[in-house]
């Protein structure tokens, strides 16, 4: 009898899905869906609105990461119309995307990973929550919510409201930093960057211990999609990078997208297929988010994530990594980065520089594309502007979406493991920290 | 413990994000909220939602958009197991930015993202009907399909503004209460009492302890303290006055309206409007304790008059809007002679947006956010809901901004300048237009 198991919602999940697993008589997995349950159709209600409203409405698509929803239509806008922007609002930009970096990955690591870490996999549902985490180990907790709060204040105050800002235009940006709050975030970056070390220990204890796993369950090679800055690590500008699974990359400017991205439409989820145009579906499938990312950098930005780059290659052993569950080293890597560019750009004093907007902004009519590093993925914003700046057309890759069909492949191989070859079995799971 | 519940539509987890945003001051809250249901946060299927008993969960936060079919049917399901619905958030009160979508029908816009969009490339295309719900027709308001008993507005609402709700449904008061109420320290108790000349003053149950900056003004007590343990000898007055809401000036009545906000502690008011009276829900049932049922009798009867007129009085025309929030200047240096658009130069951080010619949705959008936007000098846009219904947007806000500020444009004249009407004027309500 063909038997189908049914995850319904998927949890700890950003937006709405389901997954399902049908196992045949022989016990073989016969197919894997990973369901996204909702869409809401912004590609289609922005047009007719004018373009520089669109960075006011996209960021509802996530209110986990808006500000790469707010920052990367603000860019196709302006590459669309032919605007360059200020040094200042530059610099502003850069604090505002990592700032949110920052938050989002430590929500990240600590709410939605953590539970099954410190709990361990086979916890009680009830209890395997941050709301028990907190408070089980209060110490950490603490320092994790002190730690998202510095990230989401930060973006607010750079962005004007840390869910759904509203700071940047077309041009630049409304206002920059007022020098005394500046000087509040100065004062406890030290601080900060120190938290950000121990969360770093933590994280690489909880990979040693897990480690049997790591190296073992959900090492799937895939093509990775992210970008760089000339090769460096670069969320708010460079190109489109695509990594092979033999480690090849090629590089894509942003507006060449088209060549490079494909999109397929399966049956049974709103959020559609991304592959490697070259390769083909489904043999082009490839992963986004922080693995990705990390993958594609030669480089990090700055000395303290760059060497931990460095140890995590040293110690997989190699230079493209294709262990999903390294997803979450890769994760804190990036979080090194983003404090250490945080505290760099609070002390530039270009960020308090009140000249952050080109004054002469004028439509005309094109079509441009703009691209940033959300904390899930590439994000890519396509928008076809008229002479007098309305929108006739958008198309928009999200960053989720780049994951998509690589999430599908990669339950596909753990679905594998678990019923065909029983490999959780012989597992070596820790002793959980949290009983 | 209270059991809890949250519901996501189609929606972006920013009204969570707000809530998670509270950090450290949720430690105190959590103990006291057994969550029974949240996706984003806690493991529980949807098949133990459904298991559970009918009014079992007492209060149940619904978030985002009416898209899909499963929107609508976990909605009614929600109705169903939560004594109090709370619609959190702008998208579940007024559709929200999806409501845009309105302006097409569904065929177009499946047409365009699973058919038409440049990047499909490999001859796939059509609606997915795989284990997927399917779309509604057009998107609705949460309380045009189950009865809603209080609406969080924001896109996100503010943080503080989540905690006060939580925290008066958990009958919590973060402030202390001193023994005497305001009276006795008010700077007009000898002479010259607003109430004693007939106008809605809060004084004799709010608590003191404050510097008196509204009395010196001239101005009525709204309870920013919160309740006293005693109340003054003027209580018997108010309470009677309190009686008779209906009748009271539009003045009175946004008195009223900010002391619920403050008193209750439930911050902004404008931004959390009941339908039902919560206060007496929560007491019917007993628990939680809320510390209002120890007060002076007069002030929970005052209490209860005026949250039973804003129960029955829920499109109040006095509403506060974002402008009575806002630090600018209004009558200030400028005056808007042509209507700009957001990109065009860079405003002054002083003068009125208006009256420097953007279009700034202040006047006729509900306050609760504190004029956000404005402060990083972008124009608020109205993610708050209107203060006025049922009548045509863009023609409201012209002549609102023509009466009150320095605008040197006919009604025509600015509107003509306005090429996207919808998009400006009802970016997040137009879900929920009703007539006009
Ligand atoms: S109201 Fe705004 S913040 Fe809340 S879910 Fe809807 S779009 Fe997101
Ligand atoms: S219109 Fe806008 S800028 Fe002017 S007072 Fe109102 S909120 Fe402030
Ligand atoms: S200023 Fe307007 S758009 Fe901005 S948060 Fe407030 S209500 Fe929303
Ligand atoms: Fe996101």
């Given at each position: 009898m063909v038997k189908e198991i049914e995850v319904e919602p998927i949890t700890r999940l950003e937006g709405h899905g389901g997954m399902r697993v049908v196992l045949g008589d022989d016990g073989k997995v016969q197919d894997v869906q990973f369901n996204i349950q909702s869409t809401r159709f912004f590609e289609k209600f922005v047009e007719g609105r004018y373009c520089e409203h669109i960075p006011r409405i996209t960021p509802r698509i996530c209110g986990i990461c808006p500000i790469p929803h707010h920052l990367t239509p603000t860019k196709a806008v302006e590459d669309a119309w032919g605007v360059q922007i200020p040094e200042p609002a530059r610099k502003l930009r850069q604090l505002l995307i990592n700032a949110k970096q920052y938050s989002s990955h430590l929500i990240h690591f600590y709410a939605l990973t953590a539970p099954d870490f410190l709990l361990g996999p086979m916890a009680d549902p009830a209890l395997r929550n941050v709301v028990h985490v907190i408070n089980k180990m209060p110490d950490v907790g603490a320092m994790a919510l002190k730690m998202m709060d510095f990230g989401q204040r930060l973006c607010a105050a750079v962005g004007g409201k840390a869910v759904h800002p509203i700071a940047a235009i077309v041009g630049g940006m409304k206002k920059a930093l007022d020098e005394d709050v500046r000087d509040k975030f100065l004062k406890v970056i030290d601080d900060q960057i120190e938290m950000t070390k121990k969360t770093v220990d933590i994280a690489l204890k909880v990979i040693d211990d897990y480690w049997d796993v790591v190296a073992n369950v959900g090492v799937v090679p895939t093509y990775y999609v992210g970008m760089t800055n000339n090769g460096v690590h670069d969320i708010y500008e460079g190109d489109i990078r695509i990594v092979s699974p033999t480690g090849e990359k090629t590089d894509y400017a942003p507006q060449r997208y088209l060549e490079a991205l494909g999109e397929h439409i399966p049956e049974h989820s709103y959020a559609t297929h991304m592959y490697y145009k070259p390769a083909g579906y489904p043999e082009g499938i490839y992963r986004a988010n922080t693995l990705a990312m990390i993958n594609c950098?030669?480089?990090?930005?700055t000395p303290l994530a760059d060497e931990a780059l460095k140890a995590m290659r040293e110690k997989v052993g190699t230079n493209v990594i294709h262990h999903t569950f390294a997803y979450h080293w890769a994760r804190i890597i990036e979080t090194v980065e983003a404090i250490e560019m945080i505290a760099t750009l609070l002390k530039d004093p270009d960020i308090v520089n009140?000249?952050?907007?080109?004054l002469d902004v004028q439509p005309r009519e094109g079509n441009g594309v703009g691209i940033t590093e959300a904390p899930r993925g590439l994000l890519l914003y396509n928008i076809w502007s008229d002479a007098d700046g309305i929108c006739k057309k958008c198309n928009l890759l999200v960053a989720t979406n780049h994951n998509i069909a690589g999430i599908e492949k990669t339950l596909m191989h753990v679905a594998k493991q678990v019923f065909e070859d029983k490999a959780l079995d012989g597992l070596k799971l820790p002793d959980p920290w949290i009983k | 413990m209270v059991k809890v519940a949250f519901w996501q539509n189609s929606d972006c987890w920013g009204c969570h994000q707000s809530l998670v945003d509270l950090h450290l001051q949720l430690l105190p809250v959590l103990p006291a909220l057994e969550i029974v249901y949240w996706p984003a946060v806690v493991d529980f299927k949807y098949d133990s939602l459904v298991a559970r008993a009918p009014g079992e969960i007492v209060v149940g936060f619904i978030e985002g958009s009416l898209r899909t079919k499963q929107d609508v049917e976990g909605t009614k399901l929600m109705r169903e197991k939560c004594q109090i619905i709370i619609a959190f958030g702008s998208c579940s009160c007024y559709g929200n930015v999806h409501g845009l979508a309105n302006q097409w029908s569904k065929e177009e816009l499946v047409r365009r993202k699973f058919s038409e969009v440049e990047s499909i490339a490999d001859g796939s295309g059509g609606e997915p009907t795989q284990h997927v719900p399917g779309f509604e027709d057009k998107i609705v308001n949460v309380d045009k399909i189950i009865k809603v008993d209080a609406y969080i507005a924001g896109c996100p609402p503010r943080s503080e503004q989540i905690f006060g709700a939580v925290g008066f449904l958990l009958g919590q008061k973060p402030f202390p209460m001193n023994d005497l109420a305001f009276c006795n320290d008010c700077s007009l108790n000898q002479s010259g009492c607003l109430l004693d000349a007939g106008k809605l003053c809060y004084g004799p149950i709010t608590s003191i302890g404050c510097s008196l900056k509204c009395p010196n003004a001239g101005n009525p007590c709204v309870g920013c303290m919160g309740p006293a343990k005693t109340v003054s000898a003027r209580a018997s007055k108010l309470n009677d006055m309190t009686k008779n809401l209906a009748s009271a000036s539009s003045g009175d009545k946004k008195t009223s309206n900010e002391f619920l906000s403050l008193f209750l502690n439930v911050p902004l008011m404008a931004g959390f409007d009941l339908s039902a009276d919560i206060l007496k829900q929560v007491k019917k049932r007993g628990t939680p304790e809320t510390p209002l049922a120890n007060l002076p009798p007069d002030t929970v009867s005052i209490a209860s008059n005026v949250l039973g007129f804003l129960r029955d009085n829920r499109d109040l025309i006095d509403i506060s809007n974002v402008c009575d929030t806002c630090d600018r200047i209004i009558?200030?240096?400028?005056?808007?002679?042509k209507v700009k658009r957001d990109y065009e130069g860079l405003p002054n951080l002083e003068d009125c947006l208006i009256e420097q010619g953007y279009i700034c949705m202040g006047p006729v959008t509900r306050a609760g956010c504190g004029a956000l936007c404005v402060k990083v000098n972008a124009p608020c846009s109205g993610c708050y809901g209107q203060t006025e219904w049922g009548v045509n947007q863009a023609e409201r806000f012209a002549e609102t901004a023509i009466k009150g500020f320095n605008v040197s444009l006919s009604k025509d004249e600015l509107l003509a300048q306005v090429k996207d009407k919808v998009g400006t004027f009802e970016k997040f309500t137009l879900a929920s237009r009703k007539g006009g």
């Open positions: 950098a030669d480089k990090m930005a009140p000249d952050c907007k080109t | 009558g200030s240096k400028s005056t808007m002679t």
